[in-house]
């Protein structure tokens, strides 16, 4: 049944389909609670996208979307599922913290090149374990990964409270960055500044994420690397056959998918919060799984999931601001694409399937 | 550390460690059928707030309980149609099912009381109270094992001692009945189970709903139990813990009992800071207390000591030949 799907059907109607499914059953559970769902669309359309103040944090949050979203598809094009994006995405954290309190930065063009490195190196650290104990010693890189975001949250925790906060500071987080590694938002850019007039987060490091869609793209079809890392992940003992080497491509595309998603850190870390905060990913690497299953594992379809779920992510911010709905509505909203898109998949083909073939039947 | 330190830290070892064991016995019935549960978290979660919402507002905390499980059983249906009848993703499934849990018992918790996403503070008989087990007054003279019987042993609410029950229970059940024979085979071959005869899906099903009414035993241990209502996100990791938990024991019945003992004390450790200083003479970081049930499970994995095999056909959808 699944390959009877047209293409066009599988790549467009599954993901719509699976959003509706969500949608109707937030919209119910909205009705249970006794909210309206149409207060609560208008709230979240016009708080995440009727301004250009409301884009500047709809942006904000598609930028580090787009990061762990494209995390987890080289992750997944190898045949491997990293949860450890949220691990890895705060480990990515504290490289940026650490280059940004290296040295007083003179200016952000120098600053963002070495936090780039620290942040991808961290991340990529942080992922290199899961997948070296995965091809070498066996161990499910899930449960692994799961393990390495708890480990990697209580070190932070320690890192913060014992040597990156300042003396006599109460709360667990670092000194603020120096003023020269403090990235430009969209309000300071050039030519932007026009459409954003008001101080807004979303800045400079959305266009290094729609960079990393293109440079993902590129690896992924245009290169030796990606037809490997793709070839083995689709059938493993298949790309063994041909002289694939699961070591090599299981590294690579794990250090990758980590470098991904501690590049994050250089828009919450150091474009936004300035300095480094417990929890500083706020589950961003998690909402990565849900953008990679929508975006059908294609960088261009991350790119429209991240904006949709940064869409999701400022709208619901505003329902927990303005209604009396509260904001977990969107934790609820992302389980359920991501049951829908990710688990329950094949029912949705199978309901489109009953659509698609009498038609097929009849041309037949 | 003088003998009733120790004893207090064993009584909060055996009340932590609970839920950890409830829901680990869970994901060993449903991994021994072949199902991944990463969702062990969300029905403690689910379960949590139906038995607290429902033990508030009814008062009785055994009607409580049933709404517990209610909850937990039915986020189980939903992982079971996911990964069984719809041979999805169960991996997905479950990290799903822990996303829209955490959502919505947040939702419902505010909807019902308005407080914050929390259930009122539950008393009397909306909670499980301590039960006073046999001669722990009179025993408490016997040197050593009195005091041990009467803090440690004694005085802890139902579903402590259901839970310890379980262990035994399961063991039975796998090991010495047709049902478990069946159980675990399905999960190392399910091809050799239909061949023979028996349902692959039955057997499933069954395995997600009893991980299901145990995770809703946990659940409710948590808000009713535990601690005297639900609070947003309370089972704080406590159902990765337990799959860690069940990696650790190797997917067995007592080892489960060991291991989720042994992070139970790790637990109540953590909340003794001036105990662990007396001990080593320093103060050993709290976060590295935290982390150590997932330190060690890493180390487990990696097969550092003793390899832990999952069962065989784990995760993978069962396709009948036709």
Not at chain 1, 276 to 303: C, D, K, T, W
Not at chain 2, 92 to 103: E, M, P, Y
Not at chain 2, 147 to 169: I, N, Q
Request: with cysteine; charged share 10%.
């Amino acid at each position: 049944m699944m390959d009877r799907l047209p293409r066009w059907a599988d790549v467009v109607l599954v993901p719509l389909i699976s959003l509706l499914l969500a949608a109707g059953i937030s919209a119910l559970t909205l009705l249970a609670i006794g909210a309206s769902p149409m207060e609560a669309l208008t709230t979240m359309v016009t708080g995440a996208l009727g301004t250009p103040y409301a884009w500047g944090y709809t942006l904000y949050y598609t930028t580090s979307f787009i990061f762990t979203g494209l995390s987890v598809i080289v992750a997944f094009h190898a045949g491997l599922f990293n949860i450890g994006g949220e691990g890895q995405a705060q480990l990515g954290g504290l490289g940026v913290a650490l280059v940004c309190l290296a040295v007083p930065w003179p200016h952000w063009t120098l600053a963002l090149p070495a936090a780039m490195l620290g942040a991808a190196l961290f991340g990529a650290a942080w992922a290199a374990i899961p997948a070296y104990l995965q091809v070498r010693r066996g161990s499910h890189i899930v449960i692994t990964t799961i393990m390495f975001n708890y480990i990697g949250a209580a070190l932070i925790v320690y890192m913060l409270v014992n040597v990156l906060r300042p003396k006599g500071q109460m709360d667990p987080a670092s000194a603020h960055f120096p003023p020269g590694s403090n990235l430009p938002t969209l309000h300071e850019l050039p030519g932007f500044s026009l459409i954003f007039t008001k101080q807004v987060p979303a800045n400079v490091t959305l266009f290094i994420a729609l960079l990393a869609c293109w440079l993902v793209w590129v690896l992924l079809w245009r290169t030796r690397m990606g037809y490997q890392i793709r070839a083995f992940g689709k059938s493993d003992k298949a790309a063994r056959y041909a002289g694939i080497s699961p070591f090599k491509v299981t590294m690579v595309a794990m250090l990758i998918s980590g470098a991904l998603a501690g590049l994050m850190s250089i828009n919450n870390v150091m474009g936004e919060s300035e300095r480094l905060l417990q929890n500083s990913s706020e589950g961003a690497g998690f909402i990565g799984i849900a953008v990679a299953l929508m975006g059908r594992n294609h960088p261009f379809g991350v790119f429209l999931a991240a904006l949709l779920f940064g869409f999701l992510y400022q709208g619901g911010a505003e329902i927990g601001l303005w209604t009396s709905i509260p904001i977990e509505l969107r934790i609820v909203v992302q389980g359920l694409v991501i049951l829908f898109t990710g688990a329950l998949d094949q029912m949705v083909r199978m309901m489109l399937g009953l659509v698609f073939r009498p038609r097929k039947a009849e041309a037949a | 550390m003088d003998y009733a330190t120790l004893l207090q830290i064993l009584d909060s070892t055996l009340r932590l460690g609970t839920p950890l064991l409830l829901a680990c016995l869970a994901g060993l019935f449903s991994e021994r059928s072949g199902i991944f549960d990463i969702g062990l978290e969300g029905k403690m979660l689910m379960a949590a707030m139906c038995s607290g919402a429902v033990a508030a507002l009814s008062g009785s905390v055994w009607i409580g309980l049933l709404a517990g499980i209610a909850g937990s059983m039915m986020f189980a249906v939903v992982h079971g149609l996911a990964s069984i009848t719809f041979r999805g993703n169960q991996l997905i499934s479950g990290v799903a099912l822990n996303f829209v849990a955490s959502g919505i018992t947040v939702l419902v918790a505010q909807d019902l009381f308005h407080q914050g996403g929390r259930t009122p503070a539950l008393t009397g008989n909306a909670r499980f109270n301590a039960i006073d087990l046999p001669f722990a007054e009179s025993l408490r003279g016997v040197p050593v094992l009195g005091p041990f019987y009467a803090e440690v042993v004694s005085g802890h609410s139902a579903l402590v001692y259901v839970a310890l029950l379980a262990v035994p229970v399961t063991w039975w059940l796998l090991y010495r009945t047709r049902f478990g024979l069946r159980l675990r085979a399905v999960g190392e071959n399910p091809a050799s189970v239909d061949t023979a005869g028996v349902s692959v899906v039955r057997l499933r099903y069954a395995a997600v709903g009893i991980a299901g009414l145990l995770c809703g035993l946990a659940g409710a241990y948590m808000a009713t139990g535990l601690q005297a209502g639900f609070g947003r996100e309370m089972t704080a990791g406590r159902g990765y813990i337990a799959l860690a938990a069940l990696i650790f024991a190797k997917w067995r019945p007592w080892q489960a009992l060991y291991a989720t003992m042994l992070f139970g004390f790790l637990q109540a450790l953590a909340l003794r800071p001036d105990v662990i200083e007396n001990i080593f003479g320093f103060a050993v970081p709290i976060p590295l207390l935290d982390a150590l049930p997932y330190i060690l499970t890493v180390v487990v994995l990696a097969g550092f000591v003793g390899k832990a095999i999952p069962p065989r056909a784990g995760g993978e959808p069962y396709v009948k030949e036709r």
